[in-house]
């Protein structure tokens, strides 16, 4: 499956990332390859809503997924929803796009538009709340058109931090940083879930495409934009805007 994005957030991001290009910070000891302590085998991103009945179970499975130092796991709250009696407090226009560009890009298979749904390593799709069929996509999807294959690191120093990606074969694709809220709490007041308190964790508040890697390694330095509450992560994934491919590798900041 892959995606799409009309809308960014940040755009100095853009704007400084292109300034630093490819040079590295004295305080970030990036000598050597990128190793990452714990290697990312899969990239999870949920698809959900407060106005959905089916969600919280979802959300629920996606916390503890999310633990795993291996997975890089990211909640998408989406807006369509909001006309059924409650207007989700965390949906973006962008996290909608990207969901209808999966199921555009794929629709000759079937895929449809969902929640909860669970879309992995930008290629397959699961029942987001379904723990074995997200587990059976995370398996089949390992290596299958370069996903996560790619190895990324991720370091603080100072006012921003250092994206390092290692040279390898499988691109062009773009480099994205994505901002993530770490965990909200949210009382909903009306619509399927009234009543209901529902925790959402690594919620996609912004999404920015930063670079280009061409198979070479690439060190982009990236200001912080965010908030004690807030985290990144970085992935890297072949295509472009309107037509992405396999998510090849992520990686993602302490925390999160």
Not at 53 to 68: E, F, H, N, T, V
Not at 94 to 115: H, K, W
Not at 215 to 225: A, D, H, I
Request: glycine share 10%; with cysteine; hydrophobic share 45%.
């Amino acid at each position: 499956m892959t995606i799409s994005i009309k809308s960014f957030i940040l755009s100095p991001w853009l704007q400084l990332a292109a300034i630093a290009g490819s040079s590295c910070v004295l305080a970030a000891d990036l000598t050597g390859p990128p190793t990452p302590s714990s290697a990312v085998v899969s990239v999870i991103e949920l698809f959900t809503s407060q106005g959905c009945s089916s969600c919280p179970p979802a959300d629920k499975l996606l916390a503890q997924i999310a633990r795993r130092p291996d997975i890089v796991a990211v909640s998408f709250a989406v807006d369509y929803w909001d006309y059924i009696g409650w207007k989700d407090t965390l949906a973006l226009p962008l996290s909608s796009s990207r969901q209808r560009a999966y199921a555009a890009l794929q629709g000759g298979n079937g895929v449809r538009v969902y929640t909860p749904q669970a879309v992995i390593d930008g290629i397959a799709d699961a029942i987001g709340g379904d723990r074995q069929e997200v587990e059976e996509a995370i398996k089949s999807t390992k290596g299958v058109d370069g996903a996560a294959t790619l190895p990324l690191r991720l370091q603080d120093a100072d006012d921003h931090f250092v994206v390092d990606v290692a040279a390898g074969g499988g691109g062009p694709a773009g480099i994205y940083v994505l901002r993530v809220l770490r965990a909200r709490t949210v009382h909903i007041g009306h619509g399927e879930n009234a009543g209901r308190n529902v925790t959402y964790t690594n919620v996609v508040r912004a999404i920015n495409r930063i670079g280009e890697w061409t198979g070479s390694r690439v060190t982009l330095n990236v200001p912080k934009l965010i908030a004690e509450d807030e985290g990144y992560v970085v992935f890297v994934q072949r295509g472009d805007l309107d037509q992405p491919g396999a998510i090849l590798g992520a990686v993602k900041s302490a925390g999160l």
